[in-house]
C-alpha cells in the first residue's frame, strides 16, 4: 500500500499535513513550481556574488557583525561558522515528532522562492524526512526572534554531517554514521544557506501545530465530558437554547450551545427530569457555553493565526526576484523571523485553556460533594471506611495548579541581544512550548472530570445520551467502575491520553454521528 504523499509549495500546507509528516505517515516532496521559484531566488544570490556587489546574509556578518564584509573565498566557512556557533541550544531533547514537524515547516517556508537557499539544502531535508533522519535538538535556545536560531542550527549541523540525530531508541548517535548508513554524506553550504535554514520561526511554528492538532479533538471532547458532567448531576439543557444564544451571538457560545443540545438529544436521564424544581444550575453548568465557547473562538483566531504563519517567508533577509532589473535591490532586509504574532497567540490560547481546566474542575466538585449531588460522599460506596474518588479532586486541582502557571503570558518578557541590535524579542518559542504542554495538563483535568462523571453515572438507573453513552463506554474499557478503594493513577492516565490522541473523538462520531463543528 503507498504511503500518502505531501508536497511542499509554499502556499497550502495545513497543520493536519504537518502532523502526519510529523508522525512519519507521509513521505514529501516538493512540487515543480516550487522548485522553480527556489532556483530564480538562488539566481539572485549567485548574481549578487558574481557582480561582487555587499548584501546583508550574503556575503557580510550577522547580527552586531553586519559591517564585516567577507572575502567570496571564506563565504562557505562563514555559513558552516554560522551552524557551528549557534549550535548552542540546552535543555530536554525535542521529541522526534516535533523535530520532524519543524524541518516540515522549514521546507515550506524556504520553498516560496523569497530565501535564495540552494537546491542541496532542501534536497537534503528532504531526504532526511524521507528517511527518518532526525536530528539531536534541545529544545531550550530560542528567544523568538532573528528566528529559532539555536534549535534550527542542530538541525542545520545535522545536515552537514555534523552534531547527532536520534536513533530507533530516541538516544543521540553521531550523525556521520547514519548518513552513510543510507547512501548520505554531510552537504557543504553555499552563501546565505546557513542563514536561510536557521533564521525563521520553525520551532515555535511546530510546538504550535502539534499543540493545534491535539486541540481539534480536545476541545470537541471537553464539551462531550461537560455533557457527561451534565447527565450524572441531572443539570438542565435549557441554557443552552438557541434562542439564548441568538441574543447574544458569539459564535464560539452559539456552536458550543449548538453541540450540547446536540450531545444531549434523546437522553432518557434528561427527559426524567425536565419538569424538576430545580430553578437554575450552578454557573459551572449554566454558563458552559459561554465559557467553552470564549475558549473556541480563541482556538479559531489561533488557527487561522497558525495557517498564516504556515505559509509564510519568515527569514531574513528576503529575495523578491526582478530579472529585468537585476541587483542588491532585490534583497530587502526586514522582521519577518519576529515571532510576536505566534507568541500572543499561543499565550492567549494557553490562558484560554486555564478557564476551560478551572470549569472543568469546579464540575469535578459539584459531583463529589453530597450536599449538592445527592449522591454518596465522594461517590464511595462505603463512605468513611472508603474514600471514593477524594483524591481524584486533588489531582485535577494539581494539573490546574499547572495551567495556572502556563496562563502567565512568555511574550511579555523581553531582552535585548546581539549588542542592542536584536533590541526586541518575542519568546514566541517559548509560548508555544508552553501552550503544547498546557494542552496536556488540560486533558490530564478533564480525565479527572470525566472518570468521576462516569463514576456518578453508575448511581443512576436510566441511561445516557447516545453521545454520552458511547463515551463511557470507552472509558470501561480502561477504567471498571469502583469496587471498593483502588488506585485510579494508571487509569486516569490512559483517559487523558485517550482524550489527547482524538481516536475516541473519531470513533464515537463515526458510531452516534458527527457534532456540530
Not at 529544545?139 to 528566528?147: K, N, V
Not at 554531510?186 to 491535539?214: C, P, V, W, Y
Not at 535591490?329 to 490562558?351: C, K, P, T, W, Y
Request: hydrophobic share 40%.
Amino acid at each position: 500500500m503507498m504511503r500518502p504523499s505531501v508536497q511542499f509549495d509554499g502556499s497550502t500546507l495545513s497543520p493536519a499535513e504537518v502532523e502526519r509528516i510529523a508522525t512519519n505517515n507521509a513521505d514529501v516532496a516538493i512540487s515543480t513550481d516550487a522548485w522553480h521559484k527556489v532556483e530564480i531566488a538562488r539566481s539572485v544570490v549567485d548574481g549578487i556574488l558574481e557582480r561582487g556587489e555587499t548584501v546583508y546574509g550574503i556575503n557580510t556578518g550577522f547580527g552586531a557583525l553586519v559591517d564585516q564584509r567577507i572575502s567570496p573565498s571564506d563565504l562557505a566557512q562563514l555559513q558552516t561558522n554560522l551552524i557551528r556557533s549557534h549550535a548552542t541550544a540546552l535543555g530536554d531533547a525535542m521529541s522526534r515528532t516535533s523535530v520532524r514537524a519543524m524541518m516540515a515547516v522549514r521546507i515550506n517556508s524556504l520553498v516560496k522562492g523569497h530565501s535564495g537557499v540552494h537546491p542541496d539544502v532542501l534536497k537534503q531535508l528532504i531526504a532526511f524526512l524521507n528517511k527518518d533522519i532526525v536530528p539531536f535538538v534541545p529544545r531550550i535556545g530560542s528567544l523568538g526572534a532573528s528566528g529559532d536560531l539555536a534549535p534550527l542550527s542542530h538541525m542545520a549541523l545535522a545536515l552537514i554531517g555534523e552534531g547527532m540525530v536520534l536513533d530507533e531508541n530516541d538516544s543521540p548517535v553521531p550523525t556521520d554514521g547514519v548518513l552513510k548508513e543510507h547512501g548520505l554524506i554531510g552537504i557543504g553550504l553555499r552563501a546565505k544557506d546557513g542563514l536561510s535554514l536557521i533564521n525563521g520561526t520553525s520551532q515555535m511554528l511546530a510546538f504550535m501545530t502539534l499543540a493545534e492538532r491535539r486541540l481539534s479533538s480536545l476541545l470537541p471532547l471537553a464539551d462531550m465530558v461537560l455533557c457527561t458532567s451534565m447527565e450524572a448531576r441531572k443539570a438542565s439543557v435549557q441554557p443552552s437554547d438557541h434562542r439564548v444564544h441568538q441574543a447574544r451571538p458569539h459564535p464560539g457560545q452559539s456552536l458550543v450551545a449548538e453541540r450540547i443540545r446536540a450531545l444531549m438529544k434523546d437522553s432518557p436521564i434528561l427527559e426524567s427530569h425536565s419538569d424538576c424544581e430545580r430553578v437554575q444550575d450552578a454557573y459551572s453548568f449554566r454558563c458552559a457555553p459561554q465559557v467553552h465557547g470564549a475558549v473556541l473562538q480563541r482556538y479559531t483566531a489561533m488557527s487561522e493565526t497558525l495557517n498564516i504563519e504556515l505559509n509564510s517567508a519568515t527569514d531574513n533577509p528576503l529575495i523578491f526576484p526582478d530579472p529585468k532589473n537585476p541587483g542588491p535591490h532585490e534583497v530587502i532586509s526586514q522582521g519577518n523571523f519576529h515571532g510576536e504574532v505566534i507568541a500572543l497567540a499561543a499565550d492567549s490560547m494557553s490562558a484560554a485553556l486555564f478557564e476551560l481546566g478551572s470549569i472543568s474542575e469546579r464540575r469535578i466538585d459539584q459531583m463529589l460533594d453530597p450536599a449538592r449531588s445527592q449522591l454518596p460522599a465522594f461517590l464511595a460506596k462505603d463512605s468513611g471506611l472508603e474514600s471514593g474518588l477524594m483524591i481524584v479532586q486533588y489531582v485535577a486541582g494539581a494539573s490546574l495548579a499547572e495551567l495556572h502557571g502556563h496562563a502567565t503570558p512568555r511574550a511579555a518578557f523581553s531582552t535585548s541581544t546581539s549588542a542592542g541590535q536584536e533590541d526586541h524579542v518575542s519568546m514566541g518559542a517559548t509560548a508555544a512550548w508552553n501552550l503544547l504542554e498546557a494542552t496536556q495538563r488540560l486533558s490530564e483535568v478533564l480525565a479527572c472530570e470525566l472518570f468521576v462523571a462516569c463514576e456518578a453515572l453508575e448511581f443512576e438507573s436510566l441511561p445516557p445520551s447516545p453521545y454520552v453513552f458511547a463515551l463511557k463506554q470507552r472509558v470501561r474499557t480502561l477504567a471498571k467502575p469502583l469496587d471498593g478503594d483502588r488506585t485510579t493513577s494508571s487509569e486516569l492516565i490512559q483517559i487523558a491520553e485517550a482524550l489527547s490522541d482524538g481516536a475516541w473523538l473519531a470513533r464515537i462520531e463515526a458510531e452516534v454521528g458527527r457534532i456540530p463543528r
